[in-house]
């Protein structure tokens, strides 16, 4: 999960796991200006660009800490896209007590619920990428504190 970039991440996330499992659409929330905005999205269409941290489909996945089905929260206050493939699940990325991400995947294309199995598959790569977000957190701030000691002279 030692990544060097967030879109590796978000690719995995985004990409490859929704094609992977055979999940119509997926969706990236990331943390960003008080709120979470939308980094990518595969499927999905009509999604709001920024959601409030106290919008349900983030405040529920952030409470819970763990994939919540969006059929079991109260209806967010930003409209999902009638008619088109919209999400079901919504998975957060949480490490250290931050929230780095929200992923809200669709359902399946073959209309088949999720099993507990790609439910446990998909928590323990939110833990992997969580500790992913966190490396690059880590490698940023050892970038901060050498140019400081290189200003202060300490280096």
């Keep these: 999960p030692f990544v060097e970039q967030p879109d590796t991440i978000e690719t995995m996330l985004g ?8 999940f119509q659409c997926a ?15 595969s499927g999905c269409s009509g ?3 920024h959601l409030d941290r106290d919008d349900p489909l983030i405040l529920y996945p952030r409470s ?14 930003i409209l999902l896209p009638a008619g088109e493939p919209t999400p079901a699940y919504a998975l ?11 992923v809200l995947y669709g359902e399946h294309r073959t209309g088949e619920p999720m099993d ?6 998909l ?23 050498a140019a400081l000691r290189h200003q202060l002279g300490l280096s």
């Excluded at 990409?15 to 055979?22: S, Y």
């Excluded at 957060?92 to 929200?102: E, F, L, N, S, V």
């Design 47 to 49: 999604l709001a660009s």
């Design 64 to 77: 819970n800490r763990t994939l919540v089905a969006l059929c079991d929260i109260p209806a967010s206050r």
């Design 27 to 41: 969706a990236i929330y990331g943390d960003q200006d008080g709120g979470f905005s939308l980094r990518t999205s």
């Design 15 to 22: 990409r490859e796991v929704p094609e992977q499992l055979g």
């Design 116 to 121: 507990s199995e790609e439910e446990r598959l």
């Design 92 to 102: 957060p990325i949480i490490g250290g007590g931050h929230t780095y991400a929200i």
């Design 123 to 145: 928590v323990r790569l939110a833990h992997g990428a969580a500790n992913a977000y966190e490396h690059l957190l880590l490698r940023t701030r050892e970038s901060e504190i």
